[in-house]
Every structure is written in structure tokens, then in C-alpha cells.
């Protein structure tokens, strides 16, 4: 079945049509609150939490094509108010995932990168992971991260460039 029918079962209470949405995704969705979380026990905490509130809420939904972006939006909040909660710092994989996007010919340059993306906002570390590890689009990066798509454009900007600027590459060199 398609999104929009499954959607639309889904909002006449259909569970099962709800479930299917999210396995077609739940690697994606898991790897997402694996990011935040750590682990993998409160990963799946994570998700289970976003499926009962997103089925909760399945009619506030206007637009069926949009359920991924909408559903991950609220399993990164969800993921947020539990890493608020355990006041865990940023996540380790993500910054690992990040720092492979950059090669080093040694641990002088390891250490330099590391702490270049530590120096990285929150929000702006999230939207780097968002755009170009996981593969959303600069417009469902918006979404999910509830913010303007030109905020999100400036940010990506902005990062890029101080991670460029402070590791002394070029733009062609990434």
C-alpha cells in the first residue's frame, strides 16, 4: 500500500496501518534516537514513545506525503526531552559520524577535527547530521527541526564554513 492510503487508515484509527508506516522507516527512525540516546534500550524507548504519540495525533497530519518528516520530528523531540532529562552530553556517534566526513593524515589533525566539532551549536551539529548523514532534504530538515528552510540553508552555511575556515581547507576540498 501506498503512504497516502496507509495514512489515511491510520487516521480512522487503523493501528496496524500506522505500524506498517513505521517499518517501512525503522532502521532510519532507529538510527536517529540511536543518536541521541547512545543505547540501544532507550533508543527503542524513544520510538515506541514517538509511535503512541504519533498515532495519537495522526489527525493533526494535513498533508499524508509529509508523515516521515512529521513523525521524525517528533521522535527527535521526544529523543530531545529524554536527553534533557539524563543531561547526556552530545552524542558520541554523531560526532564520530561527522568527523568521518573529514579525512586526517594524523592524530594532530584527529585532535584538531574533534575539537572543531565540538566548538559546533547543537542545533547546528543536528542539522549537519540531518542533511548529509541521513540524507533529508534541506526542506525536511526544516520540518522536523520546526525552523525556517532558510535559517536551515544559513546554518549548514555557517558551519560549513567555520569547519572550514578553522581547519584551513577550501570549499572544493570537501
Same mark, same amino acid.
Given at each position: 500500500?501506498?503512504?497516502?492510503?496507509?495514512?489515511?487508515?491510520?487516521?480512522?484509527?487503523?493501528?496496524?496501518?500506522?505500524?506498517?508506516?513505521?517499518?517501512?522507516?525503522?532502521?532510519?527512525?532507529?538510527?536517529?534516537?540511536?543518536?541521541?540516546?547512545?543505547?540501544?534500550?532507550?533508543?527503542?524507548?524513544?520510538?515506541?514513545?514517538?509511535?503512541?504519540?504519533?498515532?495519537?495525533?495522526?489527525?493533526?497530519?494535513?498533508?499524508?506525503?509529509?508523515?516521515?518528516?512529521?513523525?521524525?520530528?517528533?521522535?527527535?523531540?521526544?529523543?530531545?526531552?529524554?536527553?534533557?532529562? @539524563? #543531561?547526556?552530553?552530545?552524542? +558520541?556517534? $554523531? %560526532?564520530?559520524?561527522? /568527523?568521518?566526513?573529514?579525512? =586526517?593524515?594524523?592524530?594532530?589533525?584527529?585532535?584538531?577535527?574533534?575539537?572543531?566539532? @565540538? #566548538?559546533?551549536?547543537?542545533? +547546528?551539529? $543536528? %542539522?549537519?547530521?540531518? /542533511?548529509?548523514?541521513?540524507? =533529508?532534504?534541506?526542506?525536511?530538515?526544516?520540518?522536523?527541526?520546526?525552523?525556517?528552510? @532558510? #535559517?536551515?540553508?544559513?546554518?549548514?552555511?555557517?558551519?560549513?564554513?567555520?569547519?572550514?575556515?578553522?581547519?584551513?581547507?577550501?570549499?572544493?576540498?570537501?
Amino acid at each position: 500500500m501506498n503512504i497516502e492510503t496507509l495514512v489515511l487508515k491510520s487516521k480512522s484509527g487503523d493501528i496496524s496501518a500506522f505500524m506498517e508506516l513505521l517499518k517501512q522507516k525503522q532502521e532510519l527512525f532507529y538510527k536517529i534516537s540511536f543518536t541521541y540516546t547512545k543505547n540501544s534500550y532507550d533508543a527503542e524507548d524513544c520510538i515506541s514513545e514517538a509511535a503512541i504519540r504519533g498515532f495519537e495525533k495522526i489527525k493533526q497530519l494535513k498533508n499524508p506525503n509529509k508523515f516521515y518528516s512529521w513523525f521524525t520530528s517528533i521522535l527527535i523531540n521526544i529523543c530531545r526531552k529524554g536527553f534533557r532529562e @539524563n #543531561t547526556v552530553t552530545s552524542s +558520541e556517534k $554523531e %560526532i564520530n559520524e561527522v /568527523r568521518d566526513m573529514f579525512s =586526517y593524515d594524523s592524530i594532530e589533525d584527529k585532535i584538531v577535527i574533534e575539537g572543531l566539532l @565540538n #566548538t559546533l551549536k547543537n542545533d +547546528e551539529r $543536528e %542539522i549537519l547530521v540531518l /542533511r548529509y548523514l541521513k540524507d =533529508y532534504s534541506i526542506q525536511d530538515v526544516a520540518e522536523i527541526m520546526d525552523i525556517p528552510i @532558510n #535559517t536551515v540553508k544559513t546554518k549548514i552555511y555557517r558551519a560549513l564554513n567555520f569547519l572550514r575556515s578553522k581547519s584551513g581547507r577550501t570549499k572544493n576540498e570537501y
